[in-house]
């Protein structure tokens, strides 16, 4: 079976709804425009599905093979890989992404001597499946409960080579500015000197740039769409899609679905172990990956900000993702049984997440905050949205970081976001051919530097 980038226009909204609820179609959640006839979205579809939705009415646009040019940029990235040399990691001069071993040789080297008085790596206590053992990066001169931290997480969804390229980008970026107190240019946006020494002197930034290493490794070597990570198939299931847990849908916010959604939800989570991108494990925070994404936010208890980086779409997410926003029931929220069964369908009032006005105007000042940055760097503009689309999401890393102060007072309240970095209209979104990889990284790194100067 070959797997295509698609284009799929239904009718109304109900025939878009449709493709997740009967026809199991994966779409890009947040691509969804109106057309002369009807509303299209960006998806990948294999051969019979394709078919499928053919004869029921939809007008499938095919584009790229997706595992065939898949295997090619395997192929470029092996061609081109650096030697492991040190200087070999540096992303700005770099011919093509980061594989798994280079991602933790350059944490390694990032925390190494001049970086060492601001910089030290910490080790994720949980190993992956695989026995992976994963690191991150505490940046920050000078201690203090009151300072701000914020959190950058990449490397969630196997496929989505990108994420951990940009992350070790932006601290090879922001380490060498701090240490020659010079500023850094993006586009027409120039950080200052003087900015710069401030977030490092201020505030504590967390980098985890590579959560899956097991699903990333898979996915740069062997099956190019691979999304989850590589949890063992339970017994019985023999086929190679039974493996594997989407981390994004392993948290403990809303994670147990048919509980708390309403039954005909486009809702993109799944139960079942053989789904190729969305089951949602065997219990909330199953999975080690989960455990140590959430490791960070127990450890750190100064956490204020986070931000999860993923492709593709071009949109910078915030809270919330289960359903629409409202600001004036508190008591309709996510821990309210009396909403069971209810939450999930877009434009109804029986069910919409609570959030305060003041924290929907911080989230969406901040969201904008990034995209303008973002178009600075070479005038692409990303959308700023609520993560709710028609499609809802539960177990998600966002809605769980800012759910948690709510569930425990006692822990930070964490404004976070998901950044879907790559346009549909790149072959190969989720792994672009390198040069406009390098692109996006430069654009995406700018928009994380300006969250760290404006986030306080
Ligand atoms: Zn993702």
Redesign the pocket.
């Known amino acids: 079976m070959s797997r295509y980038h698609v284009r799929i226009t239904g009718k109304d909204v109900a025939a878009l709804a449709d493709l997740v609820t009967k026809h199991k179609i994966t779409v890009a959640r947040h691509t969804i425009e109106k057309v002369h006839d009807g509303y299209r979205v960006d998806a990948h579809a294999g051969d019979t599905q394709i078919k499928a939705l053919e004869a029921a009415g939809y007008q499938v646009e095919q584009r790229e093979d997706a595992d065939a040019q898949g295997k090619q940029r395997q192929a470029e990235t092996r061609a081109l890989a650096a030697p492991h040399a040190a200087n070999a990691l540096s992303v700005a001069t770099s011919n093509t992404y980061l594989d798994v071993d280079q991602v933790e040789a350059a944490l390694a080297a990032a925390c190494a001597a001049p970086n060492d008085v601001f910089t030290q790596r910490v080790k994720l206590p949980h190993p992956t499946w695989e026995k992976r053992t994963c690191h991150a990066l505490k940046i920050g001169k000078g201690s203090g409960a009151k300072r701000p931290g914020i959190y950058f997480l990449g490397g969630?969804?196997a496929r989505?080579w990108g994420s951990p390229d940009i992350l070790i980008h932006f601290v090879q970026l922001l380490a060498n500015a701090y240490i020659t107190h010079t500023p850094i240019t993006i586009g027409s946006r120039t950080f200052a000197a003087a900015d710069i020494k401030n977030v490092i002197e201020s505030k504590d930034l967390f980098v985890f740039p590579q959560a899956n290493p097991d699903g990333r490794h898979y996915s740069m070597t062997t099956e190019s769409m691979w999304r989850k990570n590589r949890r063992p198939a339970p017994a019985g299931h023999t086929q190679p899609q039974c493996c594997g847990v989407d981390i994004?849908r392993n948290y403990n916010f809303l994670w147990n679905f048919p509980q708390y959604f309403d039954p005909e939800s486009p809702i993109t989570n799944s139960t079942d172990p053989c789904d190729y991108e969305v089951y949602i494990g065997p219990a909330a925070e199953s999975e080690p990956e989960t455990k140590n994404a959430v490791w960070m936010f127990d450890t750190y208890p100064n956490i204020r900000y986070f931000v999860d980086l993923?492709?593709y779409s071009e949109d910078i997410l915030y809270s919330w993702g289960d359903d629409e926003d409202q600001s004036s029931d508190p008591a309709m929220n996510f821990q309210n049984p009396a909403y069971d069964g209810k939450r999930g369908m877009a434009h109804d009032k029986a069910y919409r997440e609570y959030i305060t006005t003041p924290d929907k105007t911080t989230a969406v000042h901040l969201a904008n905050t990034m995209r303008d940055a973002i178009k600075a760097s070479r005038g692409r503009v990303y959308k700023t949205e609520q993560a709710m689309s028609l499609y809802p999401t539960a177990g998600t890393s966002d809605d769980y970081a800012y759910s948690r102060h709510i569930v425990d007072a006692k822990k930070a309240k964490v404004f976070s976001y998901t950044i879907e970095w790559g346009s549909p209209d790149n072959p190969t979104p989720f792994h672009p051919a390198y040069p406009e990889m390098k692109q996006i990284i430069d654009e995406v790194t700018a928009g994380l530097l300006a969250f760290c100067v404006a986030a306080s």
Do not use: G, P, R, T
């Open positions: 969630v969804h989505e994004n993923h492709s």
